[in-house]
């Protein structure tokens, strides 16, 4: 089965300091995201990477920064947290397989920022 | 812009009975998937829909799609309480920068 791992569960910042919230898979999938999902939005992407290297914005990327510098590492940064930023962050990753792009997420990283 | 809208967004139904939840986007697209998310978890995949038409089924849930009428349904029969989950259907768009839109999800409560 694929895995993808979020390193953190929980976190708790402060205004201000810089997160990083690391993802990892294991299934050499050329694809991966970052989501958040908030009470009453769904789930909103926020980056997503089809490549080493390359990474694109999705849909509320302000605030946000990704690095993938290695196929199956791919960070979130928050270059200075803030209070609207609390929120369930999802990774997840997927290939392309008889044109399906099934997404495998991770258990999710619920960070608080105070 | 795409969107996608589900409906009901809270449904709480006793054991035994039948209910289905819609999925309605905005734009072409014939791929769909359905995704289920139990409290306090990630979310995993149930169901790909890849043409118009597409019937799956697993157990008492049957997702079909119908592409011309851009509308998805997740059909639930003789609902157990361990289906109590939120369900989620996503959008996949070529034309979208093959990104995944997702809808705000469907939270299902079955009581006994």
């Known amino acids: 089965d694929v895995k993808v791992t979020q390193s953190s569960r929980y976190l708790v910042k402060r205004t201000g300091e810089k997160v990083f919230l690391e993802c990892v898979q294991d299934m050499d999938h050329e694809n991966m995201f970052w989501y958040r999902q908030d009470p009453g939005l769904g789930l909103r992407l926020i980056y997503f990477?089809?490549?080493?290297?390359?990474?694109e914005k999705g849909d509320i990327p302000e605030g946000y920064s990704v690095s993938r510098e290695k196929k199956e590492r791919f960070s979130l940064i928050l270059e200075s947290a803030s209070t609207n930023q609390t929120s369930m962050y999802l990774c997840?990753?997927?290939?392309?397989?008889?044109?399906?792009?099934?997404?495998?997420f991770g258990a999710g990283s619920r960070l608080t920022v105070l | 812009e795409l969107k996608v809208e589900q409906n009901p967004l809270f449904l709480s139904m006793q054991e035994g009975k039948n209910y289905t939840i819609y999925c309605n986007y905005s734009?072409?697209?014939?791929?769909l998937y359905w995704y289920r998310q139990d409290p306090g978890k990630s979310l995993e995949s149930l169901f790909v829909?890849?043409?118009?038409?597409a019937v799956k089924q697993e157990g008492r849930l049957m997702a079909s799609l119908d592409t011309k009428a851009r509308l998805s349904t997740l059909h639930i029969t003789a609902a157990v309480h361990d289906l109590s989950a939120t369900y989620f259907c996503?959008?996949?768009?070529?034309?979208?920068?093959?990104?995944?839109?997702f809808g705000d999800g469907t939270t299902l409560t079955v009581k006994p």
């Open positions: 990477s089809y490549d080493v290297k390359m990474k």
């Open positions: 734009t072409t697209s014939d791929r």
């Open positions: 996503a959008v996949y768009l070529e034309t979208n920068a093959g990104k995944s839109t």
């Open positions: 829909l890849l043409s118009n038409g």
């Open positions: 997840a990753s997927s290939v392309t397989v008889i044109r399906a792009n099934v997404l495998t």
